[in-house]
């Protein structure tokens, strides 16, 4: 676990890096021997000397669609990486790191036979030391064992189960159950990176706009430093705009920077300039040797975001988010890193005139988080908290430290506005409170100068009533001859999470999960439900998901589920719903779901996938797409 910061590997003057990326050799241990490779010490020598099935697998890349083998596709439990690598004599005086950008769920780290670090948690970043490890000038290798399993205290939560009715299952086997619908990828899914830095060096970095007049952007800065020889050390801070030009400068770990006629960070479409950033360089001198160390250099934008009951604000102009839910879900690689489908979809987020997206489920890689700064992407970034649905000490303690890793991670992202904790828990039960309380405090103690928000699928207290009073009322006006009764559902239970947040983000199927078919009771129950929240809270709202499967090509006349035709009558519906909610003034933004369709665990109500997706898994636009453009394209601020 990294103690401070985890700053994106960038060679400077005094930074190198080395990408360990590329054919690594793979296999699985069997679920009856999964401490095999532990007992045998498979970290001690190259994998295929060991007694156990070796493959190729390419890293970044989820492992389970490589292969023709469901056994390596739906594996629970231990996976093993190995590769040889060469480091350069040159960086014998130098502090060598090595960074993984992700590693799902849970990895522990061999240099050349020797334990160097472990992590938990799949979607962020961690980094060690290695120096002392390293062979200079020599071959060596590195070991990661990887285990997917999820447990009620990982984030997101699952639990383990063994079929083993005798009568049904002569063998018996595990599943892997979890409570949320898109497929457990495993593998080394990002960049595995050396970074070697002089001795003493920068450790992290926090940059934040603290005022913003006409003529100035007014910025505080402070820097951490490593190695035993800080203190010989001063910092220089300089800032440069985006042709190179030094614009401002100051001296020392922390301080203040002003900046004339600053060019702001503006989302897309609200301002002609988009997206603007400007570096960072920070710099470290050794005044007695009058020799320069360290360098970093970091891109930011200048920019402030306020908010109130009724919206958000950047640089002082309210934000309406027009945008998606997403995965990052790729054919074959899966949730591995992946350039192409990642520039495709900047390509068309912005040719559908989208301005905001969420990372849902789980944080999205750095890569990506890049283009969103440097496109003028709004992004509510989202911890893997999704569905939980126990609450204990444990579990808390693993939902803190993911909010601190992402804080840490993203804090200095101009495109980062919103901080989400979760997706969809069972916000209804007692103990779920005190447990949101609690993290809400934390991320606001960690960032004051971002909104914090968690996204809701549980009633809000009012509609309960008012949800069972409508559709009696209804069904009686239908049928007076028969009684009414219903089913209760626990999503008709009422919420307890939102009193914490600063903008209450919900959940909402309507005319799919709920009156499946009925478009026409859409914009009603829509108007209702966010109103509902915003009267219950004084609260901004956004309305996070709504959407439908379509299978792209099935079409009907009258619409029915699962066509193109009614994904798009959802969508016309819901729409009315939310152009009489901005009126109101306090809907700040609609995000469908989803993206594109997206890799499910096998379900039969889920053909290989979740079809919400306005374009299809290979990112071609079905017509809900050109729908959606046509909607996007009008909707302004
Ligand atoms: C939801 C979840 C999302 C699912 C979606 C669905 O409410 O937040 O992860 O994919 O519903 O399609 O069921």
Redesign the pocket.
Same mark, same amino acid.
């Given at each position: 676990m990294h103690a401070t910061g985890i700053l994106y590997p960038r060679s400077s003057e005094s930074r190198e890096t080395l990408s360990l990326d590329g054919i690594w050799k793979f296999a699985i241990a069997n679920r009856s021997e999964q401490n095999k490779g532990f007992e045998e010490k498979w970290y001690r020598a190259a994998l295929q000397h060991c007694a156990v099935k070796v493959i190729d697998m390419p890293v970044p890349s989820s492992y389970n669609d490589i292969t023709q083998d469901s056994n390596i596709r739906d594996h629970i439990g231990w996976a093993w990486y190995h590769r040889d690598f060469f480091v350069p004599k040159t960086w014998k005086s130098q502090r060598v790191n090595i960074r993984f950008g992700s590693v799902n769920y849970f990895a522990i780290v061999w240099i050349n036979g020797v334990e160097v670090t472990s992590h938990s948690g799949g979607y962020l970043p961690f980094d060690v030391e290695v120096t002392d490890h390293l062979k200079f000038g020599h071959p060596n290798f590195i070991t990661v064992a990887v285990n997917n399993t999820l447990t009620p205290w990982t984030i997101p939560q699952g639990k383990i189960v063994y079929h083993n009715d005798s009568q049904r299952y002569p063998a018996g086997y595990y599943e892997q159950q979890y409570n949320?619908?898109?497929f457990n990828y495993a593998g080394i899914h990002r960049p595995v990176i050396l970074v070697a830095t002089p001795k003493t060096y920068i450790d992290d970095i926090t940059i934040n706009t603290t005022n913003l007049s006409d003529s100035e952007g007014v910025l505080s800065y402070s820097v951490e430093l490593g190695g035993s020889k800080v203190a010989a050390y001063s910092v220089i801070a300089e800032v440069y705009d985006s042709r190179d030009r030094l614009v401002a400068q100051s001296k020392g770990l922390t301080g203040e920077i002003r900046v004339n006629n600053p060019n702001l960070w503006w989302p897309r479409g609200m301002n002609e300039s988009v997206g603007y950033l400007y570096t960072l360089k920070i710099q470290l001198w050794n005044d007695a040797k009058n020799v320069e160390g360290d360098v970093y250099r970091l891109p930011f934008g200048i920019r402030l975001i306020h908010w109130n009951s009724t919206g958000v604000y950047i640089n002082g102009k309210s934000v309406y988010f027009k945008g998606f839910?997403r995965h990052e879900d790729a054919n074959l690689r899966g949730r591995g890193l992946d350039l192409v489908t990642l520039t495709k979809d900047y390509n068309l987020m912005r040719w559908i005139e989208a301005n905001s997206f969420r990372t849902?489920?789980y944080p999205y890689s750095e890569e990506l988080m890049d283009l969103a700064d440097q496109q003028g992407f709004l992004v509510i970034d989202e911890v893997p908290a %999704? &569905?939980l649905d126990n609450f204990d000490d444990d579990l808390l303690e693993a939902h803190k430290q993911a909010m601190k890793e992402l804080i840490q991670r993203d804090k200095n992202r101009p495109a980062v506005v919103m901080w989400s904790i979760g #997706?969809?828990p069972q916000s209804q039960k007692q103990v779920s409170a005190l447990y949101f309380d609690t993290v809400v405090q934390l991320v606001h103690q960690l960032d004051s100068s971002r909104p914090v928000t968690l %996204?809701l699928?549980k009633a809000s207290n009012q509609d309960v009533a008012s949800i069972f009073t409508r559709v009696t009322n209804f069904t009686r006006s239908l049928d007076l001859a028969r009684p009414v009764t219903m089913v209760l559902a626990q999503s008709y239970a009422s919420d307890l999470a939102a009193q914490f947040l600063d903008v209450i983000c919900i #959940?909402r *199927?309507f005319g799919? *999960?709920s009156d499946t078919g009925h478009s026409e009771l859409i914009t009603y129950q829509m108007i209702k439900e966010v109103t509902a929240w915003h009267d219950k809270h004084s609260k901004p709202v956004l309305v !996070?998901?709504y &959407?439908a499967?379509a299978l792209a090509g099935l079409h009907t006349d009258p619409p029915v589920v699962w066509t193109e035709d009614y994904q798009v009558v959802l969508m016309e519906q819901n729409f009315k719903a939310f152009d009489q909610l901005r009126e109101m003034g306090f809907l700040i933004g609609e995000m469908i779901?989803?993206f594109a369709d997206?890799a !499910?665990p096998q379900e039969y109500f889920?053909p290989t996938g979740?079809m919400?997706g306005v374009f299809t898994r290979d990112r071609q636009p079905k017509f809900a797409a050109h729908f959606l453009r046509r909607r996007y394209a009008q909707l302004l601020y």
């Open positions: 949320f619908d898109f839910g849902s489920h %999704v &569905g #997706n969809e %996204v699928n #959940n *199927y799919w *999960y !996070t998901e &959407g499967g779901w989803n997206f !499910t889920r979740c919400k």
